[in-house]
């Protein structure tokens, strides 16, 4: 039976997934959302996540919310094939793929989230004008975590050790739209940062996923 | 070995990983970090946790930081002493991964602000947001509901045993309950105070506030 995603391509946290089914070759559907039309906040998907939020999957029985839940559940799900997201078989080292998805859910994502919200979303999808006193708060934020991250970065290649893990695969989707506006020079400017980020964003897995970000794109 | 716990054992976070420790009954040390004092933000706390923030964690030479993920670490090393806190198959690892998700995106950053604005910054003679809090109130409103639905179909988060999810949680409702005068919020809804009579009435729970209020 294959896996159903329910989500849109250009959505970060549908993409963040979508990267790691690319990753173990997984074969999935992508069910689209009509996010316009509201349809993630109808009953019908409130009944796949009661949060009205994108993605969801659906795996036989089994349905479940929150990308992270979702891109591990994956990684679980097909271990034992030659990719190897989340170093189960180590637990020294799953506990440090396990710290650093949690500093991009804790550190990283909530300071580049408005960055992202207020130079893409809001001008796009509402019509609206950027708060820059917003962006220029999170970007002092975001300036610090990637200054950890820079240090990081000199001790090992990837965020929890020498192997490419969800923690990494877990900062594409926003990157590559940071990279978008003004405020990649947050990355460019912090040479070990940058050169993760041009390693883990020419993964093939993500190129297949970088496509569909088109939010922002010019037609 | 002892575990070394960096951090103040009144702090939510600390708190989350000191729960987990005594659920498996593993012998730990608490390193007391002033936070009023800055101690988090000086070099040598810094060593321990990058981003200044309590908790860390010592085990021997392994070093951790982030609550979630320490406790997630301790529930794998420990997972046949004990409850298990992780779930048995795939699918039920994944649903309390998943409200584990649940606590740290849509519950944490509301009760976090709630209290800040209005217990820790009077704490500290400063004005907190009212509106603010207000704000959060309400969205956490909604939460709960989400909640209360939640568990009128199971006896916890995940689905019918205590895990990882639902003792993410304990910190946090306390602080509500206990300091912020926001206890309407889990006695009026019939299954959530149900499972938070419960969960705060587990033993290592009891043990950690026994702990706390010395």
């Given at each position: 039976m294959t896996i159903k995603l329910y989500g849109v391509a250009m959505s970060t946290c549908t993409a963040k997934v979508l990267a790691c089914l690319h990753e173990y070759g997984a074969e999935f559907e992508l069910v689209p959302v009509n996010l316009q039309n509201g349809e993630h906040k109808q009953p019908a998907f409130l009944a796949k996540n009661p949060f009205g939020q994108i993605p969801a999957l659906e795996d036989g029985d089994l349905t479940l919310f929150e990308s992270r839940a979702i891109s591990t559940y994956v990684a679980e799900k097909f271990k034992?094939?030659?990719?190897?997201?989340?170093?189960?078989?180590n637990p020294k080292e799953a506990a440090l793929v396990k710290t650093w998805m949690e500093v991009e859910s804790q550190q990283f994502s909530p300071a580049i989230s408005p960055i992202f919200y207020q130079s893409i979303i809001v001008p796009i999808l509402h019509g609206g004008s950027p708060n820059q006193a917003i962006i220029d708060e999170s970007a002092a934020k975001l300036g610090k975590v990637l200054d950890v991250y820079e240090k990081k970065l000199s001790s090992s290649k990837y965020l929890a050790g020498d192997f490419y893990s969800l923690a990494d695969l877990h900062h594409l989707t926003y990157i590559y739209y940071l990279?978008?506006?003004?405020?990649g020079k947050l990355i460019n400017e912090r040479p070990r940062v940058k050169a993760w980020w041009e390693d883990i964003s020419s993964r093939p897995a993500f190129k297949k996923v970088a496509s569909g970000l088109t939010l922002g794109d010019k037609n | 070995m002892v575990v070394k716990v960096y951090g103040p054992i009144k702090a939510a976070c600390p708190q989350r990983v000191l729960s987990c420790l005594l659920e498996k009954d593993v012998d730990f040390q608490i390193l007391h970090i002033d936070l009023d004092a800055g101690d988090h933000k000086k070099p040598d706390f810094l060593l321990h946790q990058p981003f200044g923030q309590v908790p860390a964690i010592e085990d021997g030479d392994f070093k951790l930081f982030e609550s979630r993920a320490i406790i997630r670490y301790y529930a794998s090393k420990y997972e046949?002493?004990?409850?298990?806190?992780l779930g048995n198959t795939l699918e039920e690892r994944a649903l309390v991964d998943q409200w584990l998700e649940v606590e740290a995106h849509n519950f944490n950053d509301l009760v976090y602000n709630l209290v800040l604005q209005l217990v820790i910054l009077p704490r500290m003679g400063k004005q907190g947001d009212s509106a603010l809090a207000l704000t959060c109130q309400q969205k956490l409103e909604k939460v709960f509901d989400i909640y209360e639905q939640r568990l009128s179909a199971s006896a916890y988060l995940s689905g019918d045993s205590f895990t990882l999810a639902d003792l993410s949680h304990q910190p946090g409702i306390r602080y509500l309950v206990e300091?912020?005068?926001?206890g309407h919020l889990v006695s009026q809804r019939k299954h959530v105070n149900a499972w938070w009579d419960t969960i705060s009435n587990r033993p290592a729970w009891k043990k950690l506030m026994e702990l706390a209020s010395c």
């Open positions: 034992g094939s030659s990719c190897d997201l989340l170093r189960s078989q990279m978008k506006t003004p405020y | 046949n002493r004990g409850p298990n806190l300091d912020a005068g926001m």
